[in-house]
């Protein structure tokens, strides 16, 4: 008989490894790569183990408020780090991001915060129809609108039931009338701009800014958005009424803290912002308001005499008032008076001096804008030339740094001639 079958050998089931496979994110990585997230993770468990998120928020917060965002974004990644879907962080981080310049980063911190939180938080949507054009910024403005009004209708809702004294949720942004009517001017803005050719495009336009207006009826940049809007339309007069009663609502405050050096906040936020104002400034010129175009364009030189296109309106509204004090005398047929003559040379010599300064600081900036030039140039010549030497110098930093070809492409375009 043959011999016998060998016995199978029999094994043991393998025990099952239940240690938490660490290096199971580390697929694919180089050693410094590896090593690099060790570290990262090491850190994050130091960080959630020594601060909690409402720390680590509460110090990037106090570095918003310092201007320094650089480290508000490492304190706000930090909480991302230990809780990466805290809707506060993602909204910290989104600004912070917007204000270093990384729309990217920050686009995409606001799109995690809507996929959390599509119905809650107006801001991010805001933001994100700022970064977008054309019918999709509307589409982002929409949302944000909707879920504004939400708010306010839930607030109002539980003040009336608690009465008076009823106190908003701390941690809850708390949006106002003024907000609805800024996202309904930006809509309104997209129909003057980017979508001026789509079909209905000036009654969407005048709609949200109506719309914008009953939710803050002296709302400065909405009265002024109204008046370029009836510009456009050739509607002079009423573009005019619009305009004086924008300006009327945020001039004489200006005027008082520039005579009085005061520096209240709720005197700065009723001030538009500087480029409003000089869209202010350029609309004052055209409605031949050129005194109240002056006052304006003092208190943006006086704010930052860093602007060629301010300068170069200040010159040109100099040059205006000397043309029409002119015609006027010749209409009347009379003989110029020393008074009139003396005015005349003073508002020669000033336009001069703005209209030579913008040129040098179009120089120093490298600034990019040839008609605005070849405008300046041409006045100068009708005014006898550029101010020389220190006649030309008042207002030149010798250290001022050029500014960046960004901020160069986000400036005012210079009104047409």
């Known amino acids: 008989m043959g011999g016998q079958a060998k016995g199978k050998k029999k094994t043991k089931p393998k025990r099952k490894d239940t240690r938490p496979n660490t290096d199971a994110g580390f697929v694919g990585l180089s050693p410094q790569e590896r090593m690099k997230l060790r570290v990262h993770e090491k850190a ?68 995690h915060a809507v996929e959390l939180s599509p119905d809650e938080g107006h801001s991010k949507y805001l933001y994100l129809g700022q970064i977008h054009t054309g019918q999709e910024a509307v589409n982002y403005y929409t949302k944000g609108i909707q879920v504004l009004l939400s708010t306010l209708d839930k607030r109002a809702q539980t003040t009336a039931q608690a009465g008076a004294a009823a106190q908003p949720d701390e941690d809850t942004e ?54 370029s809007y009836l510009f456009s339309t050739e509607r002079n007069q009423e573009g005019k009424e619009y305009l004086l009663k924008s300006v009327g609502v945020w001039l004489p405050a200006q005027k008082q803290s520039a005579a009085s050096f005061s520096t209240e906040e709720d005197m700065q936020d009723e001030i538009p912002p500087y480029e409003s104002r000089v869209t202010t400034a350029k609309l004052l010129i055209e409605s031949e308001e050129f005194e109240m175009a002056v006052d304006v364009l003092e208190g943006l030189l006086d704010e930052d005499d860093e602007v060629v296109q301010v300068w170069y309106l200040s010159g040109w509204v100099c040059y205006l008032q000397l043309e029409k004090a002119k015609e006027q005398q010749e209409r009347e047929g009379r003989e110029v008076t020393e008074e009139e003559t003396e005015e005349w040379n003073a508002l020669k010599e000033a336009a001069r001096s703005y209209l030579t300064n913008a040129t040098k600081l179009y120089s120093k900036l490298g600034c990019d804008d040839q008609p605005m030039l070849e405008h300046v140039e041409q006045l100068l010549g009708d005014l006898g030339g550029a101010l020389e030497g220190d006649e030309g110098d008042q207002v030149l930093d010798e250290d001022y740094e050029p500014c960046s070809d960004d901020e160069e492409d986000n400036a005012e375009a210079p009104m047409d001639h």
């Not at 918003?64 to 650089?70: G, K």
């Not at 993602?90 to 729309?103: A, K, R």
């Open 44 to 111: 994050k468990k130091k960080t959630a183990e020594k601060y909690s998120v409402l720390q680590l928020l509460e110090k990037t917060e106090e570095c918003m408020d310092s201007f320094d965002f650089e480290m508000a974004g490492l304190f706000c990644q930090r909480a991302l780090d230990v809780e990466s879907t805290n809707l506060q962080a993602l909204d910290m981080q989104g600004h912070i991001c917007s204000e270093l310049g990384d729309t990217q980063k920050a686009k995409g911190a606001f799109l």
């Open 174 to 227: 708390l949006p106002t009338a003024k907000d609805v009517c800024v996202a309904y001017c930006s809509m309104a803005e997209i129909y003057l701009t980017d979508l001026c050719m789509e079909e209905g495009a000036a009654d969407k336009c005048k709609e949200f800014i109506e719309r914008g207006l009953q939710y803050h009826h002296d709302n400065p940049e909405a009265l002024q958005l109204m008046a």
